[in-house]
Nanobody, 124 residues
């Protein structure tokens, strides 16, 4: 099992920045890929970004390209999401996820482990 704990959410104004962090514990060697998803009230959980085990391959949703950056510290078992130029539509609960496969995928059902989520609210 892998346990994931997110931190860094909060309230920010339009155009501001936030940095989310996720710490993994447990059988972390089994986590080949890590990623971030988000879910707004009344909506499905959507893919945000993902990174492979050593950080040299990343994937982003079109809606966040150029604004968000995912990074991973494999030695420390952490993954971060730097969010810049935030918009009201970025408001959601953000979830950290991990999967055993080396392949990056945007499908939530393909991810094996999930954190509890952290709220991000962008006010206008």
């Amino acid at each position: 099992q892998v346990q994931l704990v997110e931190s860094g959410g909060g309230l920010v104004q339009v155009g501001g920045s936030l940095r989310l962090s996720c710490a993994a514990s447990g059988r972390t060697f089994s986590s080949a890929a890590m990623g971030w998803f988000r879910q707004a009230p009344g909506k499905e959980r959507d893919f945000v970004a993902a990174v492979n085990w050593n950080g040299d391959s990343t994937s982003y949703a079109d809606s966040v390209k150029g604004r968000f950056t995912i990074s991973r510290d494999y030695a420390k078992n952490t993954v971060a999401l730097q969010m810049n130029s935030l918009k009201p539509e970025d408001t959601a609960v953000y979830y950290c996820a991990a999967r055993r496969s080396v392949l990056l995928t945007s499908t939530p059902a393909s991810w094996d482990y999930w954190g509890q989520g952290t709220q991000v609210t962008v006010s206008s």
